[in-house]
């Protein structure tokens, strides 16, 4: 069997992401289905957000000398944890519940501990007053938030070894109130001198959006219980949550089976889909991919389509052009092959059966790129429209000036099939979607969800954190993001990589789910030469087999 013969060729494997509605189901199901008592389930978070505890301060202690919280008093003996002076933070629902719960082994552990909480200690039901009753009478000290920082005994309060954020969880909505804004006010404050550790979520962050309400608590570390929520792995949550730790409290798998997520994330793991370069392959095996664009002014950017499929492994790359262009093109680079489409310097539909044979199920290609630098006249729009309803095509990428169309309705949504991509960058997505860019980035989820119940293609909504999703699909979220990306031609290049990987079997969902994670990848492995940008997106292209070999197992 060869590499490409395997079993598991494109098979992706995901992360649950469940969004804070759906993990509180998990939890109700866990009790009222299987029988788990939502004590246990609070004492089994309690003791993970114990051993993540255990995990900063010796990462710290062996980091001792850089800037942040103070080591624990002890270096010699990382994992002890006697005469830390630990401060928590008690919000009213479950979140102050865990709280509670890891006083009292911190207690036991040898540390010193006070609680700050926001509701009478009477008041707490359920999971959270059961814990908070058992603290209590193991000799954890409580003492009411009130008006910070008079409610600490006495001054050496205000300078914690570690402060633990119990006040809100995955459940909170709309914005901070007043005392809760202060309090979080008054842990970003003591982050300066004492390591913050989260519990669930930082609090005041967006459980979904991963965006502070409108402040939050800027944790050095947060511990999720599970499985991560969607706003803890966005890009944009990474000042808020610190390192994330994601420990399981005894959720059945059975649980997840039967009410599975509605978002999902990649990580490294999912590059072991890539198969390895079957060492008997050849160029017509390897994948030709069709790049359609280029107008006057803009022949750049169906060369850089061209140089990402190549990097993305494609073995035939030719770039369909008009026909006084095609010597620019093929003057910037000689390793693409160029399609002269009659000899205007502009789109002409008199010269389309020279594209639709080439594009055609006895054509030569595997895969179709449409749009890089096409322009928006309406002799493109044209091209475009008899290029997606031609009868036995290639799957297709569609990106940049080929999106135009569809979002004006010059040619009709209903010729995307579902083996196509379509590659909207969020002000490409406003105009798909009658949006505004600023409502498409507050709400990407909801957008993209939107627009894929009305496009049978896989939607990529590109940006830190990139979107892919289709009709019915769970989100998967690419939790990834360089600054190095955003220079103008990066979205060209990542839209020849998805072409190759299209041209090379991958069905349409995984190969825009590959691609967008390796163009990531490649983006930060240009960090390293260019930390304050500066790079050219033909850099981008050239990392992109680097990006393979340091991450794919095939490699």
Known sequence: MTPNDRPDRWRLEYVDLPAPEEMAGWDRAAMADFGLREELLMENASREALHALRAELADRAGRAGQTGAPAPPSPAAPFSLSGLRVLLFMGGGNNGGDAAALARHLLDAGAEVLVLHTRPLGGYRGAAGYHARLAKRCGVPFRPAGAWPRSLPDPRWLTPHVVVDGLLGTGFTGTLREREAGLVAAINELSDRALVLALDIPSGLGGLTGRPRPDAVRAHATVTFEAAKPGLVLPEAAPFTGRLHVRPIGIPKAVRALHPASYRMLDDACLAALPAPAPCMHKGTAGHVLVVGGSEGLTGAPLLAGLGALRGGAGLVTVACPGGLAAEVKAATPDVMTLPLGERRAWDPAALPGLLALASQTGRCNALVVGPGMGRSPEAAEVLSALLA?????????????????????????????????????????????????????????????????????????????????????????????????????????????????????????????????????????????????????????????????????C
């Open 390 to 554: 031609l009868p036995g095509r290639p799957p297709a990428v569609i990106d940049a000036d080929g999106l135009f169309p569809l979002a004006e309705g010059l040619v009709s949504l209903d010729l995307v099939r579902e083996m196509d991509i379509v590659t909207p960058h969020p002000g490409e997505m406003a105009r798909l979607a009658g949006l505004t860019t600023a409502d498409v980035q507050r709400g990407r989820a909801a957008t993209a969800r939107a627009f894929a119940a009305h496009c049978a293609g896989v939607l990529v909504l590109k940006g830190a954190g990139s979107l892919v999703t289709r009709r019915d699909r769970p989100i998967t979220l690419i939790p990834l993001a360089a600054p190095t990306l955003a220079v103008a031609g990066s979205g060209d290049v990542l839209s020849g990589l998805a072409g190759a990987l299209l041209a090379q079997g991958a069905p349409s969902e995984v190969a825009a789910c590959l691609a967008v994670y390796l163009h990531a990848k490649a983006g930060q492995l240009l960090l390293h030469d260019y930390p304050a940008r500066g790079n050219t997106p033909r850099e981008i292209a050239d990392a992109i087999p680097r990006a393979r070999k340091e991450h794919s197992p095939c």
